[in-house]
């Protein structure tokens, strides 16, 4: 339990779309799997990574898992989390840093999908 999860979000300009990223952090750190459980936003929102490891560094925290929440393995998740990782590792070389696959196929997403189409509905 040594470890902190960094969680990668997209990031909206949408401000009310950080709360569900923040639900999400908060179901996973009350099951105190991980030392401390952050998030990262890749734009339009704070804090974005590399301030998110700023505060994790500053804290003592020295092994991170970063988990993309992202459902594709697109230019984020092959390019720019990557480099903006890298970054981090040359100005916090003792770091341990993990990057996670992104969510990709779950059958759990289908069922969601479907409870939810099964559920209220908004009209066009």
Request: net charge negative; charged share 30%.
């Amino acid at each position: 339990m040594d470890k902190t999860l960094l969680i990668l979000a997209h990031g909206s300009k949408a401000q009310s779309t950080t709360e569900v990223i923040y639900q999400v952090r908060g179901e996973i750190a009350k099951r105190n799997l991980y030392k401390e459980v952050k998030v990262a936003f890749m734009e339009f929102n704070h804090p974005n990574i590399r301030e998110a490891f700023d505060e994790i560094y500053k804290e003592g925290l020295r092994q991170v898992v970063a988990v993309p929440m992202f459902l594709f393995e697109g230019n984020h998740i092959r390019y720019d989390i990557p480099e903006e990782l890298t970054n981090v590792k040359n100005v916090y070389p003792d770091l341990e840093i993990s990057l996670a696959k992104p969510i990709g196929f779950d059958r759990r997403i289908a069922d969601i999908l479907i409870e939810r189409a099964a559920g209220k509905l908004w009209e066009i």
